[in-house]
């Protein structure tokens, strides 16, 4: 479903549970980003009513999951830590059309989100099948079907919205562009590191 072209080496999810402080706040971040770029393209796109609407709902849900990581941070005696910079977020950005008119922009973003969000359900599948802690193994599947829906529903809001663009090809573009960054990926102590 998720089309990805390159899978996270399984390696990565013993060396997430074995720093499981670090990637807890990295993991609490990456879901404040995701809220506010689902508001980001709703002040961007605020013609398209049910774009707005379930761009509003993910962005409820995406805070709300961040307050449940942060939950559980302190509910470890962990602390929630200064804000992380994602790495491999930033370097898909250069796939972004710079130029192109604004629905091409708004196109690219989201199959932008599309793609953090199929990488991110990729990996909380991947912990909640090997993590030892049960808690957290129940957690990131319950992530795992969110993040699902919302790969869904940026990938289809993409789809109807992409009037004269090519959005299937723009898509694989995207997951190959993106195959070549994960390989420098999944050694790092962060939910796409």
């Known amino acids: ?29 990456c879901e404040q980003k995701a809220a506010s770029s689902a508001i980001t393209l709703i002040t961007q796109n605020p013609e398209y009513p049910d774009l707005v609407s379930e761009l509003l709902e993910i962005a409820q849900e995406e805070l709300e999951h961040f307050q449940q990581v942060h939950n559980i941070i302190k509910a470890r005696g962990y602390e929630l830590g200064p804000e992380r910079k994602d790495s491999y977020v930033h370097e898909l950005f250069k796939f972004m059309n710079k ?16 793609m953090i969000e199929a990488r991110s359900c990729e990996r909380f599948k991947l912990l909640s099948n090997t993590i030892k802690d049960a808690e957290l193994s129940k957690f990131y599947y319950n992530l795992m079907v969110s993040e699902a829906s919302h790969y869904t529903t940026f990938i289809t809001f993409a789809r109807k919205y992409g009037k004269g663009i090519d959005v299937e090809k723009r898509w694989k573009q995207l997951v190959a562009f993106e195959s070549d960054i994960i390989k420098g990926y999944g050694s790092g102590e962060s939910l796409h590191g």
């Not at 670090?22 to 609490?28: F, P, S």
């Not at 130029?99 to 599309?114: E, H, P, S, T, Y």
């Open 99 to 114: 130029g192109g008119n604004r629905i091409q922009r708004m196109v690219d973003k989201l199959l932008l989100c599309a």
């Open 1 to 29: 479903m998720l089309h990805l072209k390159l899978e996270t080496d399984p390696r990565w999810a013993n060396l997430a549970e074995s720093n499981i402080e670090e990637i807890l706040t990295d993991h609490a971040w």
